[in-house]
């Protein structure tokens, strides 16, 4: 297959820390250009990752012919302006997480989609990591009995008000940084949408964006998950998946490591010491090569893209739906 041209959009961390040397890995990924609204940090950042271009505004990467493809990690208003954009451009679109705002610009999406016949995804690396395609085989098989209950939580300390993250405007907040991967891991393993939620949500006095958020779901096969996630406490992250005869606990959900194997926790539940616990290691997965390395196989016709924007748009009504809950104080329907 003939390797996919990239583009990048913008000197993001997660971009030159993790997603563009994950990327690289892959023999199907070119990674052509990166673009910054400075010309010097788009330098800086083409020398240090060895890039070959390097474009002083987000506009002439996208007016390059040569990238047929584009990584979008802005912060996260800026996701569907410059994705619609990049689309216009006639690029495919690998967009972070949470795709949009809302729900509603979310379809946006869809609309230009269909009109162009590119493709765009959100890069929800989760679900392209080896560990959750295993916890999904081991659920589906029965090796927990049937599925009760799921039980999430994702955590980390952050209090620097100039943080993406701390500003409301710019899609700011824990719930739509972190909380949308125990909503994405649920309905990826049920392979079910959530019927009803009810959240509470505590914000930030001045800032006004939500530091912790715990919520409940609840799906029509009788599922319900609950998780927690929080900008302002200790770094944690579990997610654990409880059936009628056993259990699994994913050791590292979310930020699994790239060098060592993931581990997953089965538990048979005879011994509440632990001594009916299972440690299955799922092999060494760089979750962004393999991110990287679907969506190109997709540009290439080799392969669906892993989320559809279906699937984007559904995460982002139960987003929605956690704020929504919060106003009014209740139970929102789906
Ligand atoms: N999938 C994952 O594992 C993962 C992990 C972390 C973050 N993310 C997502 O990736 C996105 C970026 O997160 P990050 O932590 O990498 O953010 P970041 O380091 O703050 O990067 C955001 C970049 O956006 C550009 N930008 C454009 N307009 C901006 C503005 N008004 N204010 C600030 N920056 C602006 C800047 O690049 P230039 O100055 O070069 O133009 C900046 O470097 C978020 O959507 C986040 O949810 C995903």
Redesign the pocket.
């Known amino acids: 297959m003939k390797p996919v041209v990239w583009g990048i959009l913008?000197?993001?961390?997660?971009?030159t820390v993790?997603?563009i040397p994950g990327m690289r890995k892959s023999k199907l990924v070119d990674i052509r250009g990166i673009?910054?609204?400075?010309l010097d940090?788009?330098e800086a950042?083409a020398r240090e990752l060895g890039i070959p271009r390097a474009y002083g505004s987000?506009e002439e990467l996208l007016a390059d012919p040569e990238i047929e493809a584009v990584y979008n990690?802005?912060?996260?208003h800026?996701?569907v302006p410059l994705t619609l954009k990049a689309l216009a451009a006639g690029k495919h679109v690998l967009c972070?997480?949470?795709i949009a705002m809302n729900a509603a610009e979310a379809r946006q999406l869809v609309a230009a989609r269909d009109r162009t016949g590119l493709i765009v995804e959100e890069?929800?690396?989760v679900r392209h990591a080896r560990q959750w395609k295993r916890v999904r085989e081991l659920v589906a098989s029965g090796a927990i009995g049937e599925l009760r209950t799921i039980q999430g939580f994702f955590s980390y300390y952050m209090d620097d008000p100039a943080?993406?993250?701390s500003v409301p405007e710019?899609?700011g907040g824990g719930v739509?940084?972190i909380g949308c991967y125990p909503i994405v891991t649920s309905r990826m393993v049920t392979g079910l949408e959530p019927g009803r939620i009810v959240a509470a949500v505590r914000r930030h006095a001045d800032l006004k964006v939500d530091w912790l958020a715990s919520a409940i779901m609840e799906f029509p096969n009788g599922v319900i998950a609950s998780w927690t996630c929080s900008t302002q406490v200790a770094d944690y992250q579990r997610m654990h998946f409880v059936g009628t005869k056993g259990r699994i606990e994913v050791e590292i959900p979310?930020?699994a490591p790239k060098t060592v194997p993931c581990r997953l926790l089965i538990d048979d539940g005879s011994d509440l010491h632990g001594g009916g616990i299972r440690i299955e290691e799922v092999p060494v997965c760089d979750h962004?090569a393999a991110q990287g390395e679907d969506f190109s196989r997709a540009v290439r016709g080799e392969m669906a893209p892993v989320t559809s924007l279906e699937s984007s748009v559904a995460n982002m009504r139960v987003l929605d739906a956690v704020f929504e809950s919060e106003r009014k104080g209740g139970w929102v329907k789906l």
Not at 10 to 15: E, H, K, L, Q, V
Not at 35 to 38: C, F, M
Request: glycine residues 6%; positive net charge.
């Open positions: 913008s000197t993001a961390r997660i971009g993790q997603v673009a910054s609204r400075s940090k788009a950042a987000y990690p802005l912060p996260n800026l996701h972070e997480k949470p890069a929800f690396m943080n993406i993250r710019w899609g739509l940084d979310f930020n962004y």
